[in-house]
């Protein structure tokens, strides 16, 4: 009996073995990994996700290889890495545009949520409300609303295209304060900054990494930042709940997702990697000269989470957007 139980026993192993060899978890990463990246090469978030490549492949020890997918605000990635192979070669590097598609794209050809499997976060990054101070008197937030309450369909302010994060922070600030401003979208941050520079819009929200050097030079006036905290970047330039309007936070974030299907131990191992990213003052350093504030740690659990809440803080905000619109 005892020599069949240890047979038994052998033979269960052999399997559990035979079907990890099966599915790569045992040797993974086999071969190189695909780092997708929903934008464009040259961007703010391009150069993130091939530092992140850099620093993932010295801890898989495997080559992570950046790959530029633009299109659809972020959509063409997702839904490129939502089909993909479920064995952990194929990654999506995205931003907070991944949960703004699910409200404002109602004909997204996949589940922002549960079409994946979340690795973790990388950080996130707040925005600048940007005035041209040649074209607008406005010294401050508060004047800024002042003014679109008052200039009801005269004021306009630029994004980098719509349903991008720079759009809804817009439509969040309109939100809250029920003042009026026109969205004028562009392809692109820079476009946008090109006109506010000409005085063709009245305000943006900008990439601090972009337009905090704007504001250090006088060519452009900050107002506030989006974000809970004052930026490294600029510690001069107030808070949105600073200057009076709490609520009106938005971030721009990071993160890294697996197909839907793929194993809890290639999740558990990139999860480890990403974690040990974290923690390298190289990689800290780097990702904060960008403006960026890194996480300390991050979970799979609370990378879902993160992006299951901001879907549901922005539908109402997509929804009043889209029925001004119409």
Partial sequence: ??????????????????????????????????????????????????????HLSARLGQRVVPENRPGAGTALASGFVSRSTPNGHTLLFSTAAHSLNATMN?????????????????GQIGL?????????????????????????????????????????????????TR????????????????????????????????????????????????SNT?????????????????????NTWFFVAAPKGTSSAVVEKLNGAMNGMLSDDKFRSRVEAMGIEPESRTTPAATKEMVQSEIERWRPIAKRAAEIKN
């Fill in 1 to 54: 009996m005892k020599t069949y139980i240890k047979s038994a026993a052998t033979v269960l192993l052999t399997l559990i073995a035979a079907a990890a060899s099966a599915t790569g978890e045992e040797s993974y990463p086999s071969r190189p990994i695909q780092l997708v990246i929903p934008y464009a090469p040259g961007g703010g978030t391009d150069l993130l996700g091939r530092i992140v490549a850099d």
């Fill in 106 to 122: 109602a004909d997204l050809q996949f589940d922002p949520v549960n079409d994946f499997a979340f690795v973790g976060k990388v």
């Fill in 128 to 176: 600048l409300v940007m005035t041209n101070p040649r074209q607008v008197m406005a010294k401050d937030l508060g004047e800024l609303v002042d003014l679109m309450r008052k200039s009801p369909g005269k004021v306009q302010y630029g994004s980098a295209g719509i349903g991008t994060p720079m759009h809804m922070g817009g439509e969040l600030l309109k939100y809250l």
């Fill in 179 to 226: 003042a009026d401003a026109e969205h004028v979208p562009y392809k692109g941050e820079s476009a946008a900054l090109n006109d506010l520079l000409g005085g063709q819009l009245t305000f943006m929200l900008c990439s601090i990494t972009t337009c905090a050097p704007r504001a250090q030079d006088g060519s452009l006036r900050a107002l506030a930042i989006t």
């Fill in 230 to 250: 004052r930026a490294v970047l600029a510690p001069e330039i107030p808070t949105v709940g600073e200057a009076g309007f709490p609520g009106a936070e938005v």
